[in-house]
């Protein structure tokens, strides 16, 4: 069975900073996806970010970038210049190929403070 | 704008009720999921179903049932509500047809407290 784990409850980062959030994974799979969804204080979660595993270039939105790195099984979160707004809970998510459903970690509170 | 919708943000239950959350989304998604939230434990799957009258267990699924009836309407029914199971709950839904790359847009949560 897959399993997601992030092992930064909360973390807080300083107004126009960089914050890296961790996350790490455990699977047989030679072929999946990761993610990175959030959800904002009393509003919807929404997808973040996502890496196709087959994929050596590490994905970008924006401000938001991962490092990927498939031999360690570990998926982190660099957030560049931190906004108010990113203030948010952040989770791992981890799928096969074959299916639809997300295996996701335990979350990391993110506070940005101005 | 893909929109999926729950019945209630709220909702107070005694022991032993039994208790119908529902989610609706409007973007034609073949699969829905439910999942719960706890601090600490990060979302789990209840269960999914990828098409109508269809369903699978997800990884906690005792004391919990579902009900899809149209495509897209997915329902979580607590037989006998029991303390245990206050919690967010959360419903999302996806498309089926990009092979597990396909975004889950979720719904924006029923807090359930089961006194």
């Known amino acids: 069975a897959q399993t997601v784990t992030q092992s930064q409850p909360e973390m807080s980062v300083q107004e126009a900073e960089t914050v890296t959030l961790s996350c790490t994974y455990d699977t047989s799979e030679s072929n999946y996806y990761l993610f990175w969804y959030k959800q904002p204080p009393s509003r919807q979660m929404i997808l973040v970010i996502r890496q196709e595993a087959y994929k050596q270039q590490n994905a970008t939105e924006n401000r938001f970038s991962v490092n990927f790195q498939k031999a360690a099984k570990s998926f982190s979160l660099k957030i560049s210049d931190s906004q108010l707004g990113d203030t948010a809970m952040y989770f791992c998510?981890?799928?096969?190929?074959?299916?639809?459903?997300?295996?996701f970690g335990e979350g990391t509170q993110l506070t940005v403070n101005p | 704008d893909v929109k999926v919708t729950q019945s209630s943000r709220y909702l107070v239950k005694r022991t032993g009720e039994k208790v119908f959350l529902e989610c609706v989304q409007d973007m034609d998604h073949e699969n829905m999921f439910w999942y719960r939230q706890d601090p600490g434990l990060g979302l789990r799957l209840i269960y999914f179903s990828y098409d109508v009258k269809m369903k699978e267990k997800g990884d906690i699924p005792e004391g919990y049932s579902v009900s899809r009836e149209k495509k897209e309407r997915f329902s979580l029914i607590l037989e006998s509500a029991s303390t245990n199971q206050t919690s967010m709950y959360l419903c999302a839904s996806s498309s089926s047809q990009q092979g597990g790359r396909e975004t889950q847009y979720f719904g924006p949560g029923t807090r359930l407290l089961v006194l």
């Open positions: 998510a981890f799928t096969e190929t074959s299916g639809s459903r997300l295996t």
